[in-house]
Nanobody, 131 residues
Framework: QLRLVESGGGLVQPGGSLTLTCLGS????????LGWFRQLPGKPREEREG???????????KYIDSVKGRFIISKDEHNNTVTLQMNSLQSEDTGLYYC?????????????????????WGQGTQVTVAS
């Protein structure tokens, strides 16, 4: 059975750090573009915001402007995981974070970053940044 399971969320003070991990089962994550999305408070699930992405083609990465220099996405082929290291967290980072896989095989010079491009999703892990 194909599953993506996120872990690592929690409550953290502004300026703090968290590391989210997504474990794949029934799927080889390394074959896909992988992304972390978040659902911000008060926003519907359909408006999840893409945050960070890593290519299944060459491991290239992409970030939205608001997290550049603070978040790092990486993947571990051996453990079949994708990780989002989040530093210097701000209250605006509060949300339900989802990992996702899509665009099987990847594509040269392209990283999927839109909701519709991702086929497989986890259930989400809550991140709350508050003092």
């Amino acid at each position: 059975q194909l599953r993506l399971v996120e872990s690592g969320g929690g409550l953290v003070q502004p300026g703090g750090s968290l590391t989210l991990t997504c474990l794949g089962s029934g799927i080889t994550l390394d074959y896909y573009d992988l992304g972390w999305f978040r659902q911000l408070p008060g926003k519907p699930r359909e408006e999840r915001e893409g945050v960070s992405f890593i290519s299944g083609w060459d491991g290239d990465t992409k970030y939205i402007d608001s997290v550049k220099g603070r978040f790092i996405i990486s993947k571990d082929e051996h453990n079949n995981t994708v990780t989002l290291q989040m530093n210097s967290l701000q209250s605006e980072d509060t949300g339900l974070y989802y990992c996702a896989a899509g665009n099987l095989g990847g594509r040269e010079a392209y990283i999927a970053s839109e909701l519709y491009e991702y086929d497989f999703w986890g259930q989400g892990t809550q991140v709350t940044v508050a003092s």
